[in-house]
């Protein structure tokens, strides 16, 4: 997030999605550490998502196997433990590819605006839809943390910055498109699985955040909508 400098005017601002699902993200890798020989509360999930014999009782190869997940997506302490942050994660990733091509089957994100980007908090997913017809996605996205929740409701694009620059945080918000105050679209380097999430922006992978860039334009209708979980 930044402060938002344009014409003059000085709006403050909150910091705040991203490629397919298939894509594998990258997170800045977390420091290593030993693994833990406990069995975790989630030990059968995760060793499921994993790809792992299923036993319920945690190995060294568990142990790794989970911890180069957490590293990857920067989940802290990566100590390969099954914990619930970890399963959290594994089973967002579950339910976003179970939407496959139909991320508006609910029918929440509004068919009558023409070219629109929703934003479903609840799955972290965004995608662009005209009317009923999806243009791209969906993506998951990394969206606020608790206590920097992305607001909810219809927007619209007012503002958009290829180079911002958050003064707050002095951190680069490449390909910046803003919809609410400082909340905006823009991509970062991490997973979009990092948890807890950002202070409020939509974060997405460099990839997906020139998709956006090149399909939205001023003007253009953004809908937020759900909860994040955790918040």
């Known amino acids: 997030m930044g402060v938002i400098r344009r014409r003059g005017a000085v709006a403050l601002g909150v910091t705040g999605l991203v490629a397919p699902l298939a894509l594998a993200f990258t997170a800045t890798p977390a420091q290593a550490a030993s693994c833990t020989t406990r069995t975790g509360p989630y030990q059968k999930q995760v060793e499921k998502f994993l790809g792992r014999p ?6 060294a190869a568990d142990c790794k196997a989970i ?14 433990y099954a914990g619930p942050v970890t399963w959290g994660v594994m089973d967002l990733m579950n339910k976003q590819k179970a939407v496959g091509n139909k991320p508006n ?11 629109i980007a929703c934003v ?35 927007k619209k694009i007012y503002w958009r910055d290829i180079d911002h620059v958050s003064t707050i945080y002095n951190v680069p918000m490449p390909y910046s498109q803003f919809f ?16 807890p999430g950002s202070h409020g922006c939509v974060n997405m992978t460099t990839t ?23 918040t």
């Open 54 to 59: 299923v036993d319920g009782k945690q190995s």
């Open 120 to 154: 479903n908090l609840t799955l972290q997913l965004s995608w662009i839809q005209d009317g009923s017809r999806l243009v791209y996605g969906p993506v998951p996205v990394r969206t606020g943390r608790d206590g920097y929740e992305t607001r909810t409701g219809l």
């Open 105 to 115: 089957k609910d029918g929440k994100c509004p068919v009558n605006k023409g070219r």
């Open 208 to 230: 997906v955040a020139k998709k956006y860039w090149s399909l939205l334009k001023n003007g253009d209708d953004v809908f937020v909508y759900g909860r994040k979980p955790g």
């Open 180 to 195: 609410d105050g400082g909340q905006a679209f823009h991509s970062v380097g991490l997973s979009m699985w990092n948890p």
């Open 67 to 80: 911890q180069a997940f957490q590293t990857k997506h920067g989940i802290t302490p990566n100590i390969g």
